[in-house]
Protein backbone atom coordinates (compact mmCIF):
# COMPACT_ATOMS: atom_id res chain seq x y z
CA UNK A 1 0.00 0.00 0.00
CA UNK A 2 3.03 2.52 0.76
CA UNK A 3 4.28 1.49 -2.38
CA UNK A 4 1.21 2.24 -4.18
CA UNK A 5 0.43 5.88 -2.67
CA UNK A 6 4.44 6.91 -3.62
CA UNK A 7 3.85 6.34 -6.82
CA UNK A 8 0.85 8.49 -7.15
CA UNK A 9 2.57 11.20 -4.26
CA UNK A 10 5.79 11.69 -6.13
CA UNK A 11 4.70 12.20 -9.64
CA UNK A 12 2.67 14.99 -7.69
CA UNK A 13 4.73 16.51 -5.71
CA UNK A 14 7.21 16.70 -9.29
CA UNK A 15 3.94 18.11 -11.10
CA UNK A 16 2.76 20.70 -8.44
CA UNK A 17 6.76 21.99 -8.49
CA UNK A 18 7.13 22.45 -12.01
CA UNK A 19 3.91 24.25 -12.31
CA UNK A 20 5.08 26.49 -9.48
CA UNK A 21 8.24 27.44 -11.00
CA UNK A 22 6.40 27.52 -14.81
CA UNK A 23 3.98 29.56 -14.18
CA UNK A 24 6.50 32.41 -12.76
CA UNK A 25 8.68 32.27 -15.59
CA UNK A 26 5.22 32.15 -18.25
CA UNK A 27 4.07 35.97 -16.19
CA UNK A 28 7.51 37.15 -16.90
CA UNK A 29 7.59 36.32 -20.59
CA UNK A 30 4.48 36.35 -21.28
CA UNK A 31 4.22 40.02 -20.15
CA UNK A 32 7.66 40.88 -21.86
CA UNK A 33 6.07 39.37 -25.08
CA UNK A 34 2.94 41.16 -25.39
CA UNK A 35 0.72 37.85 -24.89
CA UNK A 36 -1.64 39.58 -22.87
CA UNK A 37 -5.41 40.49 -21.71
CA UNK A 38 -6.98 43.39 -20.08
CA UNK A 39 -8.67 42.31 -16.40
CA UNK A 40 -12.36 43.49 -17.11
CA UNK A 41 -13.71 43.09 -13.73
CA UNK A 42 -11.01 45.45 -11.77
CA UNK A 43 -11.36 49.47 -11.40
CA UNK A 44 -7.88 50.07 -13.14
CA UNK A 45 -8.37 47.68 -16.05
CA UNK A 46 -5.18 46.11 -15.13
CA UNK A 47 -3.18 44.27 -17.98
CA UNK A 48 -2.74 40.96 -17.29
CA UNK A 49 -0.12 38.30 -18.65
CA UNK A 50 -2.44 35.68 -20.77
CA UNK A 51 -1.63 31.13 -21.72
CA UNK A 52 -1.09 30.78 -18.10
CA UNK A 53 -2.30 26.84 -19.02
CA UNK A 54 1.24 26.15 -20.98
CA UNK A 55 2.36 25.99 -17.06
CA UNK A 56 -0.16 23.39 -16.06
CA UNK A 57 0.08 21.29 -19.41
CA UNK A 58 3.88 21.26 -18.60
CA UNK A 59 3.36 20.48 -15.00
CA UNK A 60 1.39 17.73 -15.80
CA UNK A 61 3.56 15.98 -18.27
CA UNK A 62 6.48 15.95 -16.19
CA UNK A 63 4.33 14.58 -13.53
CA UNK A 64 3.25 11.74 -15.59
CA UNK A 65 6.88 11.44 -17.05
CA UNK A 66 8.27 10.69 -13.49
CA UNK A 67 6.23 8.60 -13.12
CA UNK A 68 7.57 6.67 -15.95
CA UNK A 69 10.82 7.12 -15.29
CA UNK A 70 10.77 5.28 -12.28
CA UNK A 71 8.78 1.94 -13.73
CA UNK A 72 11.74 2.05 -16.74
CA UNK A 73 14.76 2.75 -14.46
CA UNK A 74 17.38 2.22 -13.59
CA UNK A 75 16.58 -0.28 -16.05
CA UNK A 76 13.43 -1.95 -18.00
CA UNK A 77 14.18 -5.73 -16.27
CA UNK A 78 14.52 -3.79 -12.78
CA UNK A 79 12.82 -0.74 -12.62
CA UNK A 80 12.38 1.09 -8.87
CA UNK A 81 8.64 -0.29 -9.37
CA UNK A 82 6.50 -2.47 -11.21
CA UNK A 83 4.14 0.02 -13.40
CA UNK A 84 0.31 -0.55 -12.51
CA UNK A 85 -0.59 1.99 -14.93
CA UNK A 86 -0.73 1.62 -18.34
CA UNK A 87 2.58 3.66 -19.76
CA UNK A 88 1.16 3.57 -23.80
CA UNK A 89 -2.23 5.10 -22.16
CA UNK A 90 -0.22 7.83 -19.92
CA UNK A 91 2.22 8.56 -23.24
CA UNK A 92 -0.81 9.54 -25.29
CA UNK A 93 -2.74 11.07 -22.44
CA UNK A 94 0.65 13.37 -22.29
CA UNK A 95 0.74 14.05 -25.84
CA UNK A 96 -2.95 14.36 -26.30
CA UNK A 97 -2.80 17.51 -23.73
CA UNK A 98 0.29 19.04 -25.07
CA UNK A 99 -1.19 19.04 -28.33
CA UNK A 100 -4.20 20.30 -27.90
CA UNK A 101 -2.39 23.19 -25.10
CA UNK A 102 -0.84 23.95 -28.46
CA UNK A 103 -3.84 24.53 -30.24
CA UNK A 104 -4.83 26.56 -26.89
CA UNK A 105 -1.91 28.52 -26.71
CA UNK A 106 -2.32 29.95 -31.13
CA UNK A 107 -5.80 31.23 -29.73
CA UNK A 108 -3.79 33.34 -26.89
CA UNK A 109 -0.86 34.58 -28.49
CA UNK A 110 -3.20 36.61 -31.05
CA UNK A 111 -3.09 39.64 -29.41
CA UNK A 112 -3.54 43.22 -31.28
CA UNK A 113 -1.81 45.98 -30.39
CA UNK A 114 -5.22 48.30 -30.64
CA UNK A 115 -8.70 47.22 -28.91
CA UNK A 116 -10.30 45.08 -31.00
CA UNK A 117 -14.11 43.53 -30.55
CA UNK A 118 -14.38 40.24 -28.95
CA UNK A 119 -17.41 38.34 -27.54
CA UNK A 120 -19.46 41.98 -26.43
CA UNK A 121 -16.42 43.63 -25.64
CA UNK A 122 -13.41 45.74 -26.50
CA UNK A 123 -9.91 43.87 -26.25
CA UNK A 124 -6.58 43.73 -27.33
CA UNK A 125 -6.96 39.53 -27.18
CA UNK A 126 -8.73 38.59 -30.64
CA UNK A 127 -8.15 34.70 -30.29
CA UNK A 128 -9.33 32.19 -33.27
CA UNK A 129 -12.52 32.33 -35.17
CA UNK A 130 -15.06 30.46 -33.17
CA UNK A 131 -15.25 27.78 -36.03
CA UNK A 132 -11.73 27.30 -36.40
CA UNK A 133 -11.57 25.90 -32.57
CA UNK A 134 -14.01 22.37 -32.67
CA UNK A 135 -11.93 21.61 -36.12
CA UNK A 136 -8.37 22.35 -34.24
CA UNK A 137 -9.23 20.56 -30.88
CA UNK A 138 -9.98 17.53 -32.70
CA UNK A 139 -5.75 17.05 -32.66
CA UNK A 140 -5.87 16.32 -29.22
CA UNK A 141 -8.08 13.13 -29.74
CA UNK A 142 -5.63 11.31 -32.00
CA UNK A 143 -3.13 10.14 -29.76
CA UNK A 144 -5.84 8.65 -27.81
CA UNK A 145 -7.98 7.25 -30.77
CA UNK A 146 -4.93 5.71 -32.18
CA UNK A 147 -4.30 3.55 -28.55
CA UNK A 148 -7.67 2.93 -28.97
CA UNK A 149 -8.13 4.13 -25.12
CA UNK A 150 -11.03 3.54 -22.78
CA UNK A 151 -13.37 0.45 -22.77
CA UNK A 152 -16.16 0.36 -25.46
CA UNK A 153 -19.03 -1.36 -22.73
CA UNK A 154 -20.36 2.08 -21.17
CA UNK A 155 -22.95 1.66 -17.85
CA UNK A 156 -25.60 4.66 -19.19
CA UNK A 157 -27.75 5.77 -16.67
CA UNK A 158 -31.25 4.15 -16.80
CA UNK A 159 -30.46 2.80 -19.80
CA UNK A 160 -27.76 0.45 -18.45
CA UNK A 161 -24.46 -1.17 -20.10
CA UNK A 162 -24.04 -0.10 -23.76
CA UNK A 163 -21.03 -1.30 -26.15
CA UNK A 164 -19.92 1.01 -28.63
CA UNK A 165 -17.59 -1.40 -30.38
CA UNK A 166 -15.12 0.49 -32.75
CA UNK A 167 -17.28 3.86 -32.74
CA UNK A 168 -16.00 4.42 -29.02
CA UNK A 169 -12.64 5.38 -29.95
CA UNK A 170 -13.43 6.44 -33.14
CA UNK A 171 -16.37 8.75 -32.79
CA UNK A 172 -17.65 8.94 -29.44
CA UNK A 173 -13.94 9.76 -27.80
CA UNK A 174 -13.07 12.31 -30.23
CA UNK A 175 -16.62 13.85 -29.93
CA UNK A 176 -15.72 13.61 -25.96
CA UNK A 177 -12.24 15.67 -26.28
CA UNK A 178 -13.87 18.23 -28.50
CA UNK A 179 -16.80 19.31 -26.58
CA UNK A 180 -15.58 18.83 -23.34
CA UNK A 181 -12.05 21.00 -24.21
CA UNK A 182 -14.83 23.78 -26.13
CA UNK A 183 -17.18 23.78 -23.12
CA UNK A 184 -15.22 24.06 -20.39
CA UNK A 185 -13.38 27.43 -22.55
CA UNK A 186 -16.89 28.55 -22.23
CA UNK A 187 -16.65 29.52 -18.07
CA UNK A 188 -13.21 31.41 -17.20
CA UNK A 189 -14.11 35.38 -16.80
CA UNK A 190 -13.22 35.45 -13.05
CA UNK A 191 -10.33 34.88 -11.16
CA UNK A 192 -9.52 31.68 -9.70
CA UNK A 193 -13.35 29.90 -11.29
CA UNK A 194 -12.01 27.65 -13.30
CA UNK A 195 -8.79 26.55 -11.34
CA UNK A 196 -10.61 26.24 -8.52
CA UNK A 197 -13.82 24.43 -9.85
CA UNK A 198 -11.12 22.28 -12.19
CA UNK A 199 -9.36 21.06 -9.03
CA UNK A 200 -12.65 20.49 -7.09
CA UNK A 201 -13.73 18.04 -10.38
CA UNK A 202 -10.20 16.72 -10.69
CA UNK A 203 -9.88 15.39 -7.35
CA UNK A 204 -13.32 13.86 -7.55
CA UNK A 205 -12.31 11.87 -10.56
CA UNK A 206 -8.98 10.94 -7.86
CA UNK A 207 -11.02 9.77 -5.10
CA UNK A 208 -13.62 7.87 -7.30
CA UNK A 209 -9.96 6.62 -9.72
CA UNK A 210 -9.24 4.83 -5.68
CA UNK A 211 -12.03 3.32 -4.77
CA UNK A 212 -13.86 2.50 -8.20
CA UNK A 213 -11.88 3.40 -11.21
CA UNK A 214 -8.34 2.22 -12.54
CA UNK A 215 -4.82 2.96 -11.57
CA UNK A 216 -4.43 4.63 -14.66
CA UNK A 217 -7.21 7.46 -14.01
CA UNK A 218 -5.32 8.11 -10.73
CA UNK A 219 -2.49 8.97 -12.31
CA UNK A 220 -3.46 11.76 -14.68
CA UNK A 221 -6.30 13.39 -11.66
CA UNK A 222 -3.74 13.33 -9.23
CA UNK A 223 -0.84 15.27 -11.26
CA UNK A 224 -3.71 17.38 -12.73
CA UNK A 225 -4.85 18.28 -9.12
CA UNK A 226 -0.99 18.91 -8.21
CA UNK A 227 -0.62 21.13 -11.08
CA UNK A 228 -4.52 22.75 -10.72
CA UNK A 229 -3.44 23.78 -6.89
CA UNK A 230 0.03 24.95 -8.01
CA UNK A 231 -1.65 27.54 -10.78
CA UNK A 232 -4.55 28.48 -8.15
CA UNK A 233 -1.60 30.36 -6.08
CA UNK A 234 -1.33 33.17 -9.60
CA UNK A 235 -4.67 32.52 -10.36
CA UNK A 236 -7.02 33.03 -7.04
CA UNK A 237 -8.44 36.59 -6.32
CA UNK A 238 -6.12 38.92 -7.22
CA UNK A 239 -5.18 37.32 -10.07
CA UNK A 240 -1.41 37.76 -11.35
CA UNK A 241 -1.83 35.41 -14.55
CA UNK A 242 -4.93 34.58 -16.60
CA UNK A 243 -5.09 30.80 -17.40
CA UNK A 244 -6.31 31.41 -21.24
CA UNK A 245 -7.16 28.66 -23.65
CA UNK A 246 -4.33 27.27 -23.42
CA UNK A 247 -5.42 26.23 -19.61
CA UNK A 248 -8.76 25.40 -20.48
CA UNK A 249 -8.36 23.18 -23.15
CA UNK A 250 -5.41 21.46 -21.06
CA UNK A 251 -8.13 20.71 -18.58
CA UNK A 252 -10.47 19.39 -20.31
CA UNK A 253 -8.57 17.36 -22.07
CA UNK A 254 -6.98 15.86 -19.25
CA UNK A 255 -10.40 15.61 -17.12
CA UNK A 256 -11.95 13.27 -20.17
CA UNK A 257 -8.73 11.54 -20.73
CA UNK A 258 -8.97 10.42 -16.97
CA UNK A 259 -12.72 9.71 -17.32
CA UNK A 260 -11.93 7.17 -20.25
CA UNK A 261 -8.71 5.66 -19.03
CA UNK A 262 -10.32 5.82 -15.38
CA UNK A 263 -13.46 3.68 -16.80
CA UNK A 264 -15.62 6.25 -14.94
CA UNK A 265 -17.39 7.80 -17.69
CA UNK A 266 -21.01 7.56 -16.32
CA UNK A 267 -19.55 9.34 -12.81
CA UNK A 268 -17.39 11.78 -14.75
CA UNK A 269 -20.23 13.10 -16.72
CA UNK A 270 -22.12 14.18 -13.61
CA UNK A 271 -19.17 15.88 -12.62
CA UNK A 272 -18.78 17.99 -15.65
CA UNK A 273 -22.50 18.93 -15.56
CA UNK A 274 -22.08 22.43 -14.57
CA UNK A 275 -19.70 22.79 -17.56
CA UNK A 276 -22.82 20.81 -20.44
CA UNK A 277 -25.29 23.28 -18.80
CA UNK A 278 -22.47 26.04 -19.34
CA UNK A 279 -22.50 24.97 -23.19
CA UNK A 280 -26.56 24.76 -23.29
CA UNK A 281 -26.70 28.01 -21.96
CA UNK A 282 -24.53 29.83 -24.79
CA UNK A 283 -26.04 28.02 -27.35
CA UNK A 284 -28.88 29.92 -26.52
CA UNK A 285 -27.13 33.52 -28.04
CA UNK A 286 -24.65 31.51 -30.53
CA UNK A 287 -21.90 31.15 -28.24
CA UNK A 288 -21.69 35.37 -29.01
CA UNK A 289 -21.30 35.44 -25.02
CA UNK A 290 -19.79 37.15 -22.39
CA UNK A 291 -19.47 35.07 -18.80
CA UNK A 292 -17.95 38.55 -17.52
CA UNK A 293 -20.02 40.90 -15.10
CA UNK A 294 -19.82 45.16 -15.45
CA UNK A 295 -18.18 46.53 -12.31
CA UNK A 296 -20.27 48.91 -9.73
CA UNK A 297 -18.89 51.35 -8.00
CA UNK A 298 -19.16 49.47 -4.72
CA UNK A 299 -16.83 46.69 -6.07
CA UNK A 300 -19.42 44.08 -7.22
CA UNK A 301 -20.52 42.83 -10.44
CA UNK A 302 -23.50 43.73 -12.37
CA UNK A 303 -24.76 40.73 -15.02
CA UNK A 304 -24.15 42.27 -18.50
CA UNK A 305 -27.66 40.84 -20.07
CA UNK A 306 -29.99 42.00 -17.21
CA UNK A 307 -32.40 39.22 -15.97
CA UNK A 308 -31.20 37.01 -19.05
CA UNK A 309 -29.20 33.89 -18.23
CA UNK A 310 -26.57 32.84 -20.39
CA UNK A 311 -23.81 31.60 -17.84
CA UNK A 312 -23.74 30.00 -14.54
CA UNK A 313 -22.16 33.50 -13.64
CA UNK A 314 -25.10 35.60 -14.78
CA UNK A 315 -27.10 33.36 -12.63
CA UNK A 316 -25.29 33.88 -9.49
CA UNK A 317 -24.94 37.62 -10.30
CA UNK A 318 -28.59 37.96 -10.44
CA UNK A 319 -29.47 35.78 -7.29
CA UNK A 320 -27.03 37.84 -5.12
CA UNK A 321 -24.73 41.02 -5.53
CA UNK A 322 -21.26 40.34 -5.00
CA UNK A 323 -18.18 40.93 -5.17
CA UNK A 324 -15.85 39.09 -8.20
CA UNK A 325 -14.15 36.60 -5.79
CA UNK A 326 -17.65 35.41 -4.48
CA UNK A 327 -18.98 34.57 -7.88
CA UNK A 328 -15.79 32.55 -8.07
CA UNK A 329 -16.66 30.73 -4.41
CA UNK A 330 -20.20 30.36 -5.41
CA UNK A 331 -19.37 28.66 -8.79
CA UNK A 332 -17.29 26.19 -6.73
CA UNK A 333 -19.82 25.32 -4.29
CA UNK A 334 -22.29 24.60 -7.44
CA UNK A 335 -19.20 22.09 -8.27
CA UNK A 336 -19.17 20.48 -5.07
CA UNK A 337 -22.78 19.84 -5.18
CA UNK A 338 -22.56 18.19 -8.54
CA UNK A 339 -19.50 16.08 -7.02
CA UNK A 340 -21.57 15.49 -4.19
CA UNK A 341 -24.60 14.60 -6.18
CA UNK A 342 -22.24 11.87 -8.61
CA UNK A 343 -21.10 10.07 -5.16
CA UNK A 344 -24.96 9.65 -4.10
CA UNK A 345 -26.21 8.41 -7.33
CA UNK A 346 -22.86 5.58 -7.03
CA UNK A 347 -24.29 5.04 -3.54
CA UNK A 348 -27.53 4.04 -4.96
CA UNK A 349 -26.07 2.31 -8.07
CA UNK A 350 -27.44 3.83 -10.21
CA UNK A 351 -24.32 5.10 -12.13
Known amino acids: MAHTYLTIIIPSIIAFI ?3 LGTKFVINYMMESGVT ?5 KKNRPTLPGSGGIAVAFGLAMGIFTYIFGSRFPSPQHPLYIPAASLIYLFATVLSVVMISMVGFLDDINVKRKLVKATDMMDTRKGLPQWQKPLLTLLGAIPLMVVNAGVSAVRIPIIGTVNFGIFYPLIILPLAIIFAANSFNLLGGFDGISPASALIASLALLIYSFMF ?4 GAIITATLSASLLAFLV ?11 DSFTYCVGTALIASMVLGNMESFGVIVFMPWIIEFLLHLRRRFKVTDLGKRRNDGTMEPPYGRKI ?3 THLIMNI ?15 EVGFVLLAFALKAALLL
Open 310 to 312: YSW
Open 18 to 20: VTL
Open 37 to 41: SIDHN
Open 320 to 334: KRCKEWEVTLYFSFI
Open 213 to 216: GTYT
Open 234 to 244: FNIYPSKVLPG
